[in-house]
């Protein structure tokens, strides 16, 4: 195959309301209207802002029709499939494109390419709403040129252009070479190619917050250990329920079996995986925790096996992933329900294989990392209902701890009140902050909904509003001394409807008898059939609302 022999009418199917190019969608455009987003774009960001956006459209453009190019026909050399591009250029009207020279060097990778373009439809469209210009402005085409070539040889390839019939030359010319080849001379040029994108920036700042984060953890941990305190969620610990779970922590913490801790959210899974990384061999090494819900499924996959650079747009660098940072330590995968059928394939895979492949790389690399992960998702239902894999499920519990809620551990409830009051003393120079005693049937009372992190909380905001050190009744926040009363802002009952009042009741069941629908039917004397439409039903609205 060659250049010349590609034809407009073949290679388009004109079908009515839609043109394909061997399955891709192409529109035609109108030259004015192009003209005036050129000019929005300048006014709206500037012209070297426009410039980048228009040139990397072009880049995207050039790119997509060299591989639709490689794709579809058969070449008879390289240098043919680099020349289709000058010519589909040409047959989609955009410029009467010749090659004044090409040299490919397959062996040193050099790359050198001579353009002509005339009737340019960039310079065109430049002139009819911004007038003559003192600089070239074909960037379209600039960049359609450099994506084309780029992709066919498999390497950077920038063109410049030298003469343009916006600035009043008779023609256009452009020039073409590898990155190399260019030398310093492409610094100038080179961040028109490469605008930095929002998802770059976003992956930036993540990273950055991370961090801090990670840094602002360490330090807590420190001031912590230096102040003799150990971490809230395992002290006062006088329940059966919760030192059968410290107990089994302890027990499987030498070994490097995967465990799945389970509970409410608040109940202090972290804490936990933080305790059998402290009592593991790998103590001395990394504890990396990552909440699996608070990142979209793109960025999560490059945070967790990072990236390579080039492997989308805004991947300006090599990025080390959260596996990796975790080498010879432990990685801490916090919501774990929440990830997506894809990410649990991969996640699988690298439980099997002991190995991660950074996003845009090939070769796998090797981890030695051991996984704890935690949910407060009910992972058996969610594999019946098909949102999460059995297999994986079995690879994660090899060990499952659950950390019982709050309210199943009344004799937690106040040591941890008083722990908290000691804190917080200390925190807020408060000396000799203490409990009433006419609170203690509260703190006891109240079923705890959001666990040791809502007491924690409770207790704080005690401590602020305390007169004296001494926290009355008062002083606890609304709905933990009123607790029909519900969460603080439904206190009026001329705001609340009858379906609420059923749906918080329905809620505090499932959650009393541990989200067992079975028992709940029977306490709220309904049949299980009714109970499970109600749950869907309030399932939709909540998905309604978010
Ligand atoms: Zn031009």
Same mark, same amino acid.
């Given at each position: 195959?060659?250049?010349?022999?590609?034809?407009?009418?073949?290679?388009?199917?004109?079908?009515?309301?839609?043109?394909?190019?061997?399955?891709?969608?192409?529109? &035609?455009?109108?030259?004015?209207?192009?003209?005036?987003?050129?000019?929005?774009?300048?006014?709206?960001?500037?012209?070297?802002?426009?410039?980048?956006?228009?040139?990397?459209?072009?880049?995207?453009?050039?790119?997509?029709?060299?591989?639709?190019?490689?794709?579809? @026909?058969?070449?008879?050399?390289?240098?043919?499939?680099?020349?289709?591009?000058?010519?589909?250029?040409?047959?989609?009207?955009?410029?009467?494109?010749?090659?004044?020279?090409?040299?490919?060097?397959?062996?040193?990778?050099?790359?050198?390419?001579?353009?002509?373009?005339?009737?340019?439809?960039?310079?065109?469209?430049?002139?009819?709403?911004?007038?003559?210009?003192?600089?070239?402005?074909?960037?379209?085409?600039?960049? *359609?040129?450099?994506?084309?070539?780029?992709?066919?040889?498999?390497?950077?390839?920038?063109?410049?252009?030298?003469?343009?019939?916006?600035?009043?030359?008779?023609?256009?010319?452009?020039?073409?070479?590898?990155?190399?080849?260019?030398?310093?001379?492409? =610094?100038?040029?080179?961040?028109?190619?490469?605008?930095?994108?929002?998802?770059?920036?976003?992956?930036?700042?993540?990273?950055?917050?991370?961090?801090?984060?990670?840094?602002?953890?360490?330090?807590?941990?420190? &001031?912590?250990?230096?102040?003799?305190?150990?971490?809230?969620?395992?002290?006062?610990?006088?329940?059966?329920?919760?030192? =059968?779970?410290?107990?089994?922590?302890?027990?499987?913490?030498?070994?490097?079996?995967?465990?799945?801790?389970?509970?409410?959210?608040?109940?202090?899974?972290?804490?936990?995986?933080?305790?059998?990384?402290?009592?593991?061999?790998?103590?001395?090494?990394?504890?990396?925790?990552?909440?699996?819900?608070?990142?979209?499924?793109?960025?999560?996959?490059?945070?967790?096996?990072?990236? =390579?650079?080039?492997?989308?747009?805004?991947?300006?660098?090599?990025?080390?992933?959260?596996?990796?940072?975790?080498?010879?330590?432990?990685? @801490?995968?916090?919501?774990?329900?929440?990830?997506?059928?894809?990410?649990?394939?991969?996640?699988?895979?690298?439980?099997?294989?002991?190995?991660?492949?950074?996003?845009?790389?090939?070769?796998?690399?090797?981890?030695?990392?051991?996984?704890?992960?935690?949910?407060?998702?009910?992972?058996?239902?969610?594999?019946?209902?098909?949102?999460?894999?059995?297999? %994986?499920?079995?690879?994660?519990?090899?060990?499952?701890?659950?950390?019982?809620?709050?309210?199943?551990?009344?004799?937690?409830?106040?040591?941890?009140?008083?722990?908290?009051?000691?804190? @917080?003393?200390?925190? %807020?120079?408060?000396?000799?902050?203490?409990?009433?005693?006419?609170?203690?049937? *509260? &703190?006891?009372?109240?079923?705890?909904?959001?666990?040791?992190?809502?007491?924690?909380?409770?207790?704080?905001?005690?401590?602020?509003?305390?007169?004296?050190?001494?926290?009355?009744?008062?002083?606890?926040?609304?709905?933990?001394?009123?607790?029909?009363?519900?969460?603080?802002?439904?206190?009026?009952?001329?705001?609340?409807?009858?379906?609420?009042?059923?749906?918080?009741?329905?809620?505090?069941?499932?959650?009393?008898?541990?989200?067992?629908?079975?028992?709940?039917?029977?306490?709220?004397?309904?049949?299980?059939?009714?109970?499970?439409? =109600?749950?869907?039903?309030?399932?939709?609205?909540?998905?309604?609302?978010?």
């Amino acid at each position: 195959m060659k250049a010349a022999d590609l034809k407009l009418s073949e290679l388009v199917d004109f079908e009515e309301g839609r043109l394909n190019l061997h399955g891709r969608r192409l529109v &035609l455009h109108d030259l004015h209207a192009f003209a005036q987003l050129r000019k929005d774009l300048i006014e709206t960001v500037g012209a070297d802002g426009a410039r980048s956006v228009l040139t990397r459209f072009g880049y995207f453009w050039g790119q997509a029709d060299a591989a639709a190019m490689k794709r579809i @026909f058969e070449w008879d050399s390289l240098s043919d499939l680099v020349l289709a591009g000058p010519r589909m250029h040409t047959i989609q009207g955009v410029v009467k494109a010749s090659v004044r020279s090409l040299d490919i060097d397959e062996s040193t990778g050099r790359f050198r390419m001579e353009l002509t373009w005339h009737g340019s439809g960039d310079a065109e469209e430049h002139v009819i709403e911004m007038g003559r210009s003192d600089a070239p402005v074909c960037w379209m085409m600039v960049g *359609y040129a450099s994506g084309y070539a780029s992709f066919c040889v498999n390497r950077e390839v920038y063109f410049v252009e030298r003469t343009c019939a916006g600035k009043g030359d008779p023609v256009c010319t452009a020039v073409g070479m590898d990155r190399e080849s260019w030398g310093a001379e492409l =610094k100038t040029f080179l961040p028109f190619f490469q605008a930095e994108d929002v998802r770059g920036k976003v992956l930036e700042l993540t990273r950055k917050l991370r961090e801090q984060g990670r840094e602002l953890a360490k330090q807590r941990q420190k &001031l912590r250990l230096l102040a003799g305190e150990q971490p809230a969620g395992l002290v006062e610990v006088h329940s059966a329920s919760f030192r =059968k779970v410290v107990e089994l922590a302890a027990r499987v913490a030498p070994y490097d079996t995967s465990v799945l801790i389970t509970g409410e959210s608040g109940t202090g899974k972290e804490v936990l995986a933080r305790y059998i990384h402290a009592n593991s061999h790998r103590s001395k090494g990394p504890f990396v925790g990552v909440n699996c819900a608070a990142l979209p499924e793109t960025l999560l996959e490059s945070e967790l096996f990072g990236h =390579k650079a080039g492997a989308f747009t805004g991947a300006t660098r090599d990025r080390v992933g959260l596996f990796e940072e975790a080498q010879k330590g432990t990685i @801490f995968l916090d919501e774990i329900g929440d990830i997506s059928l894809a990410m649990q394939m991969k996640l699988l895979r690298v439980l099997q294989e002991r190995e991660i492949r950074r996003v845009g790389e090939s070769a796998p690399r090797k981890v030695d990392v051991r996984v704890i992960t935690a949910t407060n998702q009910n992972l058996a239902m969610a594999i019946q209902e098909g949102r999460f894999r059995e297999d %994986l499920y079995y690879r994660l519990r090899v060990i499952e701890i659950e950390v019982p809620p709050l309210r199943s551990r009344l004799e937690d409830i106040l040591h941890l009140a008083r722990h908290f009051c000691r804190v @917080f003393a200390r925190k %807020l120079k408060i000396p000799n902050l203490r409990i009433d005693a006419t609170c203690v049937d *509260y &703190l006891q009372s109240y079923n705890w909904p959001g666990n040791v992190r809502e007491l924690e909380n409770a207790i704080e905001r005690a401590a602020v509003l305390s007169k004296d050190g001494l926290i009355l009744p008062e002083h606890l926040p609304a709905n933990v001394v009123h607790p029909i009363l519900g969460p603080p802002g439904l206190v009026s009952p001329l705001s609340r409807k009858l379906s609420d009042i059923e749906k918080d009741h329905i809620q505090t069941v499932m959650r009393l008898v541990g989200d067992n629908r079975t028992r709940a039917a029977r306490a709220l004397g309904i049949s299980p059939a009714t109970l499970w439409r =109600k749950l869907k039903q309030m399932n939709e609205e909540a998905d309604g609302r978010s």
